[in-house]
């Protein structure tokens, strides 16, 4: 049985003061965006892509136990400087191309 390729994104996520982490998002992840945004009646994913993504991120931070379960989308969303959506493309990056400075 080969590697299971899944269709829900995968995310690198920058926080403040925290070296960058990946997560796989899973479909418990993308469930539990269904009925949050339908509860609190946020803006579809086309609509507000990374209020989606960084949901997801923190959606799978805490199902991987990576944050506490008490660790709060509001918090998680204030310290996230940054949140990408990983392709095959973005594993391949080319070193001889300058990378852009923080700070």
């Known amino acids: 049985m080969g590697d299971i390729r899944l269709t829900s994104p995968r995310v690198r996520v920058r926080r403040l003061g925290i070296e960058p982490v990946e997560f796989q998002t899973t ?14 009646k946020w803006p579809t994913f086309q609509d507000a892509p990374f ?30 400087l940054d949140v990408e959506a990983l392709t095959d493309d973005a594993d391949s990056v080319d070193p001889t191309q300058p990378v852009p400075e923080f700070g």
Do not use: C
């Open 51 to 80: 209020l989606w993504l960084t949901f997801l991120s923190w959606a799978a931070a805490r199902r991987t136990g990576a944050i506490p379960p008490e660790f709060t989308y509001e918090k998680w969303e204030a310290e996230t």
């Open 27 to 40: 479909n418990a992840d993308l469930v539990l965006w269904d009925r949050t945004r339908a509860k609190h």
